[in-house]
């Protein structure tokens, strides 16, 4: 199969996600970023919602209809209360 062949393989309707994780197996890094590499953002929108992963630490990211962003403080020195008045 080629990266083409693969690109249109994953954004086939027939693939399933219960399908799509058992190929994830079977790739590797570099053939999935050349294929990232060929796909459209539409694309590579239409692939990610085929697929959950969800992680679980101290929270549970990656279910089906919820947002998460991850706010990252962009002060020298960390500081609470300026990250704090930016929102």
């Given at each position: 199969?080629t990266?083409?062949e ?9 693939a ?6 058992e190929?994830?197996?079977a790739?590797t ?16 929108i ?7 992963n ?15 962003i991850r706010?990252?403080?962009n ?7 300026e990250?704090?008045?930016?929102f």
């Amino acid at each position: 199969m080629t990266v083409g062949e693969l690109r249109e393989h994953i954004l086939d309707d027939a693939a399933s996600e219960a399908h799509l994780n058992e190929l994830q197996r079977a790739l590797t890094p570099e053939i999935i970023a050349a294929v990232a590499k060929i796909m459209s953002n539409k694309d590579l929108i239409l692939a990610a919602a085929k697929i959950r992963n969800v992680t679980r630490c101290r929270n549970t990211m990656g279910e089906r209809g919820v947002l998460g962003i991850r706010a990252q403080p962009n002060h020298p020195a960390d500081d609470v209360g300026e990250f704090a008045c930016c929102f």
